[in-house]
Structures are given as C-alpha cells and as structure tokens.
C-alpha cells in the first residue's frame, strides 16, 4: 500500500534524496511515483528541483561515466548504453563521454586485456585472441578499438 505524501512533504525528501548523490530525472520520478504524487504536482517538485539545482541532467550523466569508467571500468558502449537507459539526452550523454580522457581509456583497455591474457589458460593463440577481444567488448569498449591494442599488443 502506498503511503500518501504532501507535495511539500515530497520536495524535502526528494531533496535529501538527490544531495546525497546524482540522480538521474527518471530515478526521481519513480520515487516521487512511489510517495504517491502524480500529475502536474509531480512536474511541479521535478521543476523546483532543477530551480534548486538539485536535479541536474548534465550534471549526473558526467558523474555517472567518470563514476563507472574509473570503478568498474566499463567502455564507452556500455556507459552510454546505461545512460540511455535512465533517458538521459543525447547532449548530456555527449558531454558526459568528454570526461574520460582518451589517454586513460585506452590504457584501462590495455589493463583489461592484460589481465584477461594472464587468466586464461587456453594455449590455441587464435582462440585465446578471441576470448579476450569478446571479453573487453562485453564490457563495452568498441571492437575497432580492441582489435586495434590487441594487433599493437601481440
């Protein structure tokens, strides 16, 4: 049973709920649908928000791929992929890819192939190639990319 919230209850808990990290609109949404506010009041919090700068699009998009390039190291593919999914615009998944320094991405991928190389035990050099190209693309980096290092690398 959903408990009922006044709108002004929901701003104050909403704003607790976006200062202690970065949340994406869509994230907030489903909360305020989850304290029971709906319609042109949920607009209304949604909008005081982002007046209050609480809620910031752009904001959060950048903190997400810094947050999941540099932790869990995920490629471009998967990040944006992620970014979409919380229906983030195709200008704030834009800028958010400018915070991962190229330099950095490709040296994160070398350690990912590096380390998957080290793992495998797999003497055939051809399929061993392959496990690790498949691996470094599940983890969403591009296939160019990752058949570029590995030709550099062998």
């Known amino acids: 049973m959903k408990r009922w919230t006044s709108k002004s209850e929901a701003l ?22 989850d304290l029971g506010i709906y319609g042109d009041d949920l607009e209304e919090v949604i909008a005081q928000l982002i007046a209050d700068n ?21 490629g471009k593919r998967r990040i944006v992929q992620e970014l979409k999914r919380h229906q983030v615009s195709d200008y704030s998944i834009r800028k958010a890819l400018e915070e991962i320094p190229v330099q950095d991405y490709v ?12 793992a495998l035990a797999e003497t055939d ?13 599940s983890r969403g ?12 690398s062998s």
């Open 125 to 137: 050099d051809y399929i061993r190639r392959n496990k690790i190209a498949q691996y470094a693309i």
């Open 107 to 118: 040296e994160t991928l070398r350690e990912i192939i590096q380390k998957k190389n080290t």
């Open 12 to 33: 104050q808990k909403l704003q607790r709920y976006c200062a202690y990290h970065e949340r994406s609109h869509k994230e907030v949404r489903g909360k305020l649908l």
């Open 141 to 152: 980096y591009e296939p160019d990319v990752v058949w570029q290092i590995l030709e550099t």
């Open 54 to 74: 609480f809620l910031n699009e752009e904001r959060f998009a950048r903190a997400y791929a810094r947050g999941k390039f540099r932790m869990k190291q995920w």
